[in-house]
């Protein structure tokens, strides 16, 4: 028997909205080197285990945790020598010694030596996420210590992999994966050797054997590695306190499946002493190389919701290596899932939800906001495009026929950004933008705050806050304008639009591509997308035949189809789609 992932909370009856927050948020982000994507990041053993009890129960605050948004989770292994076996408890003995935190520790035999429990636990999750809309990508990184008890090593150490390795390695993104990837970008995530391509700007491109194109600090996008590849997982080895533990990382045996703490980023920054990387001065991103970036808290340095934005804006991964306290929050009165509007959650793990939603850089507190009541229908239908709020940064709804200045990127970098002069409806933003720009979304925190910056540059009113911890250009803080009525000039439309389906965030920069969401149809209660299975070959084939049946039906939907493809504007034939019923 192994865990299995089953959150016990429902966030929906916390925030109806988060579950659009995080789709809409990966979504946009989905085509740029999970290396420079910064993700909300957690200690498993200071979250879930910092009691002292390691018992099977405490998988259900992994599945929270999970559920919550996080994608990236630092696990202690303990070297057990009586055992010969990796252990996410630290003793093999009785509970009579303390833990590392000070605590009595109580392990459940399952849960002491032998890794079974927690590489099912992974193979639960991928199986019951591999069709829902939120699937993502996580990275496990491992720190490998030595029990309580010996505080010495032994002469064999088995990889902590060594149970995963038969049950879904194919599951998981190697370093070998890695390494055949960039040895010919046409055939993987480039598509074709666009070196203009979106992910191209992020790494440097070489010509490669037959003509192509390859790279020696590439690395594949979110989207291509869960729609193209359907490999979910990366592992990676980060600090290492057992005496005389050696192993290839990246090289043959169960070392092949982890990267090396170099390649991570590890070890992470101290808060105390991070530096901001957004640079007004420098836009490339050989000056603004936020590669695996972390940044990690303390026991009196701890994470807010205002310095988890801040990190992220900084281009910093938080991560989470404090105890939380505990916390009473109220479900949401709007839930229509929730059995009461006074419903309340006064669980020490709600802290962790609280923290993660400082990590949202894109939507405005409270959005994406439903339409005003006193609407009419088709003023409904329209509010449905998204716009930053020029005073806080920060994305809202807007009625697609207001009229707004439009954001623009320049020569397709990622920090390069300018806006239009004119304003126009969302219709005509296609028009907005000068020679050498194109209208867009900003796909990261760091690129948001570089267009935040473009903004207040084009109304005469960018300025920041002094700071020490700059790297030679602003600081963490840019100071945010109060906020007024709204005018043409308080807010620049970007490239994303839910025209298609309310709660289905997408790009594509004009109303013509309003069929756009591929989730299938919005009164479904579980949307779904298909990750490469088996499964999808099969709806595929059935799918063949339908459409040669049905003529006109299949002339409608390559429409749609090609109205989809503009509207995600991939600019390759990757990662397509398609929502069907659960």
């Excluded at 005073?391 to 809202?396: A, F, Q």
Aim: with cysteine; glycine share 10%.
């Amino acid at each position: 028997m192994s865990a299995q992932y089953i959150p016990d909370i429902n966030i929906n009856q916390v925030d109806p909205a988060w579950e659009t927050i995080l789709l809409s948020t990966r979504d946009v982000a989905q085509d740029i080197p999970i290396n420079f994507k910064p993700t909300p990041s957690i200690s498993l053993t200071r979250a879930c285990f910092s009691n002292g009890e390691y018992t099977a129960a405490k998988f259900t605050c992994l599945s929270n945790l999970l559920a919550f948004g996080y994608s990236r989770f630092v696990i202690d292994l303990y070297w057990l020598p009586d055992r010969s076996e990796w252990s996410l408890c630290p003793t093999s003995t009785l509970p009579t010694v303390p833990s590392p935190q000070g605590n009595q520790i109580i392990c459940d035999d399952a849960l002491r030596g032998n890794l079974d429990w927690l590489w099912g636990f992974w193979n639960d999750w991928i199986e019951k996420t591999e069709f829902n809309t939120l699937a993502s990508v996580v990275m496990l990184v491992f720190n490998l210590y030595p029990d309580v008890n010996t505080r010495t090593g032994g002469s064999k150490f088995p990889t902590p992999i060594w149970s995963a390795s038969r049950d879904f390695p194919s599951r998981i993104y190697t370093p070998f994966d890695l390494r055949v990837d960039r040895e010919d970008l046409n055939v993987t995530w480039l598509n074709g050797g666009n070196e203009g391509d979106d992910e191209g700007r992020y790494f440097s491109v070489q010509p490669g054997e037959d003509g192509g194109l390859s790279s020696v600090d590439a690395w594949p996008s979110e989207g291509y590695l869960s729609f193209e590849k359907g490999e979910r997982l990366l592992l990676g080895i980060g600090d290492v306190r057992v005496q005389g533990f050696v192993f290839e990382v990246g090289g043959n045996g169960d070392g092949r499946f982890f990267f090396g703490k170099e390649q991570i980023g590890w070890p992470y920054t101290e808060r105390s002493k991070a530096l901001c990387y957004f640079d007004a001065e420098k836009t490339s991103v050989s000056q603004v190389n936020n590669s695996w970036a972390g940044m990690v808290d303390g026991q009196g340095n701890r994470w807010t919701r205002e310095t988890m934005r801040e990190a992220i804006e900084c281009g910093y991964s938080p991560v989470v290596n404090t105890t939380a306290v505990s916390t009473s929050i109220k479900a949401s009165s709007n839930s229509t899932n929730s059995p009461s509007s006074s419903l309340n959650l006064a669980k020490p793990i709600m802290d962790y939800f609280s923290l993660i939603k400082g990590s949202v850089w894109s939507w405005a507190p409270g959005q994406p906001s439903p339409p005003p009541s006193n609407m009419t229908e088709n003023e409904i239908d329209l509010f449905r495009c998204a716009a930053m709020n020029t005073h806080t940064g920060r994305w809202v709804v807007a009625d697609c026929n207001e009229h707004y200045r439009a954001a623009c990127r320049v020569e397709d970098c990622p920090y390069k950004w300018t806006v239009g002069e004119r304003a126009g409806s969302y219709s005509d933003t296609r028009k907005l933008c000068p020679k050498g720009a194109v209208f867009d979304v900003p796909r990261s925190a760091l690129e948001n705050r570089y267009l935040w910056r473009a903004v207040n540059e084009s109304l005469g009113t960018f300025s920041t806050q002094a700071s020490r911890k700059s790297r030679g250009g602003e600081g963490l803080v840019m100071a945010r304008r109060d906020g007024g009525g709204v005018s043409g000039l308080d807010r620049v439309w970007v490239d994303f639009q839910s025209l298609g389906h309310r709660a289905c965030w997408v790009r594509g920069g004009d109303m013509g591509a309003e069929q756009g969401c591929p989730y299938g149809n919005e009164d479904q209660g579980n949307k779904s997308v298909i990750v490469p299975t088996v499964a999808a070959v099969i709806f595929l084939v059935v799918a063949g035949l339908m459409v040669f049946v049905r003529v006109g039906s299949w002339r409608w939907e390559r429409r749609r189809k090609k109205r989809w493809r503009e509207a995600r504007r991939w600019g390759k034939e990757g990662w397509e789609y398609e929502g069907v019923p659960a």
